[in-house]
């Protein structure tokens, strides 16, 4: 089945600093790929859409210069956490699918805890 | 407000009962529905999902879910629990087209955690 791998899976850095965090689809091209937060014993809330070679498109409330996303390739993308606060510190879960649509379904990586310290 | 409900915060069964999981959703079409596992620190594990069709669903892990469009419920069931099922549950749609939300975007429920007692 589907994969996608998130690295990594947990994070401390210092206040001030930046953090990038890598969502990989390994044995599929993903079309579409999302971006989610959630805070303890919550819900998972999208931050942003990203569609490879373009750029993504945020949930209002969502800094896109604070949480930047790069979709370069159908296999890669990239949240970069710029410079973080302790109140950024959450679990973060990507996911990818094939292409946009639901019949293609949704894979889920293993998410990132980010400790902003 | 167009959403997903799950009206149990916190369900706890002993091992071997029986398991039903709310959900429900309020939009104007039938969305698409999805049910995902979530274990402590991990991401999310699909356990079945529902575009048309059959409205009762098998999944993997022994979980069958029905639709219900007169109630619009999606409800997660299993005959018997493991203890290995402990873990938070999310139910998830992806609203129909023309509803005015976001194409192809999962929205999820607020999640079930599940305690199993042995």
């Known amino acids: 089945g589907a994969v996608v791998s998130q690295h990594p899976s947990r994070v401390i850095c210092k206040s001030g600093t930046s953090v990038k965090i890598e969502c990989r689809s390994l044995d599929f091209q993903a079309t579409t790929m999302f971006w989610y937060r959630q805070f303890p014993k919550q819900s998972l809330m999208l931050m942003a859409t990203s569609n490879e070679g373009s750029k993504a498109t945020y949930e209002q409330g969502v800094e896109k210069d604070k949480f930047l996303i790069n979709h370069a390739s159908l296999t890669l993308s990239t949240l970069t956490v710029t410079s973080a606060h302790p109140e950024d510190s959450s679990f973060y879960i990507c996911s990818a699918s094939p292409r946009q649509g639901t019949n293609y379904g949704y894979t889920f990586g293993s998410g990132t805890r980010l400790t902003v310290v | 407000a167009q959403s997903v409900t799950q009206p149990d915060i916190h369900i706890t069964v002993s091992e071997g009962a029986s398991l039903e999981l709310r959900c429900n959703y309020s939009y104007g079409a039938t969305p698409y529905l999805f049910w995902y596992v979530q274990s402590p620190g991990q991401g999310l594990q699909l356990l079945l999902k529902?575009?048309?069709?059959?409205?009762l669903v098998q999944g993997i892990k022994g979980f069958e879910a029905e639709f219900k469009r007169s109630q619009s419920s999606f409800n997660l069931r299993k005959p018997s629990v493991h203890w290995s099922d402990a873990a938070e549950y999310f139910c998830a749609v992806v609203p129909p087209r023309g509803s005015g939300a976001g194409s192809y975007q999962l929205t999820f429920g607020k999640g079930t955690k599940l305690s199993v007692i042995p």
């Open positions: 529902y575009f048309s069709g059959d409205t």
